[in-house]
């Protein structure tokens, strides 16, 4: 073999090498760190409408939790995503007679607070369920509310 031919082998032996490594190295980076990355910054769609809900039912959570605990200074809320799995739940009601006319019935478990730093008051878990109908937020019918309050419990825990 002359020297040409040793060099254009040698060349060809790097190049299939270096393609190796290189697809190994792109896969590690985007096999790991974007799963890594993801998890910890990325939010999936249904999380997305959870957090929607807890905001939008915000001041209806806090005025029944007022109201239950007798508590003016309550305030905000906190959920325990680590543990509770269903933080929000929506189901669908269909016309089966029910005892209420909603067709959207969710439930949320919160831990209603006070937000005082220096003299905190947690209170919960608590699970409120809501029954909203989307079209009395268009219609004005003044007799039934779009969103009301149907059960509020306290859910006893485990010591």
Same mark, same amino acid.
């Given at each position: 073999?002359?020297f040409?031919?040793?060099?254009?082998?040698?060349?060809?032996?790097?190049?299939?090498?270096?393609?190796?490594?290189?697809?190994?190295?792109?896969?590690?980076r985007k096999?790991?760190?974007?799963?890594?990355?993801?998890?910890?910054?990325?939010?999936?769609?249904?999380?997305?409408?959870?957090?929607?809900?807890?905001? =939008?039912?915000?001041?209806?959570?806090? *005025?029944?939790?007022?109201?239950k605990?007798? +508590? /003016?200074?309550?305030? !905000? #809320?906190?959920?325990?995503?680590?543990?509770?799995?269903?933080?929000?739940?929506?189901?669908?009601?269909?016309n089966?007679?029910?005892?209420?006319?909603?067709?959207?019935?969710?439930?949320?478990?919160? =831990?209603?607070?006070?937000?005082?730093? *220096?003299?905190?008051?947690?209170?919960?878990? +608590? /699970?409120?369920?809501? !029954? #909203?109908?989307?079209?009395l937020?268009?219609?004005?019918?003044?007799?039934?509310?779009?969103?009301?309050?149907?059960d509020?419990?306290?859910?006893?825990?485990?010591?």
């Open positions: 073999m002359n040409f031919t040793k060099v254009l082998c040698f060349h060809i032996l790097i190049f299939f090498l270096a393609i190796q490594f290189v697809s190994a190295e792109e896969y590690n096999g790991y760190s974007d799963d890594l990355f993801l998890v910890s910054t990325d939010v999936t769609q249904e999380q997305q409408f959870k957090n929607f809900f807890l905001e =939008f039912l915000h001041p209806k959570i806090v *005025n029944a939790a007022q109201k605990y007798n +508590d /003016k200074s309550i305030s !905000g #809320i906190s959920v325990n995503w680590e543990n509770t799995y269903n933080v929000v739940e929506i189901t669908r009601r269909y089966q007679g029910n005892e209420h006319p909603y067709p959207y019935v969710i439930s949320v478990i919160v =831990f209603p607070q006070n937000g005082d730093i *220096n003299n905190p008051k947690i209170y919960g878990p +608590d /699970k409120l369920t809501f !029954g #909203i109908d989307p079209i937020f268009r219609e004005n019918i003044s007799n039934l509310p779009a969103i009301k309050l149907i509020y419990k306290h859910i006893k825990t485990k010591p």
